[in-house]
């Protein structure tokens, strides 16, 4: 029973900062650009790229980039979470080998 908590703890954490990584990369990405538009020549080109950025986001959101965001996030938990369970399954056979 220990080792299927240990699996479970292990996947919950990898959903987890699958989920996270994403948002914080578009997150970080966006708050850079907010704020490199207080420097005097980049104000425009900071824009530019951030709307591009919310162009492409809005076409994973049906037109929304907050829903554009989770679907990508969703998809990088879901794709973890199938990593760590091949991980496991590996694991496991490795440790009946030996």
Known sequence: MNIF???????????????????????GVLLFLSLGGY????????EAIANTIFN???????????HGILVICLTC??????????????YQILRLDS
């Open 5 to 27: 908590t240990n699996f479970l703890r292990s996947l919950v954490l990898t959903i987890i900062f699958s989920f996270a990584a994403p948002l914080c990369l578009i997150g």
């Open 77 to 90: 938990s879901f794709v973890g979470a199938l990593f760590d369970i091949y991980v496991y399954y590996r």
């Open 56 to 66: 492409f986001l809005s076409i994973f959101g049906s037109g929304s980039a907050l």
């Open 39 to 46: 420097v005097p020549f980049l104000g425009g080109i900071t």
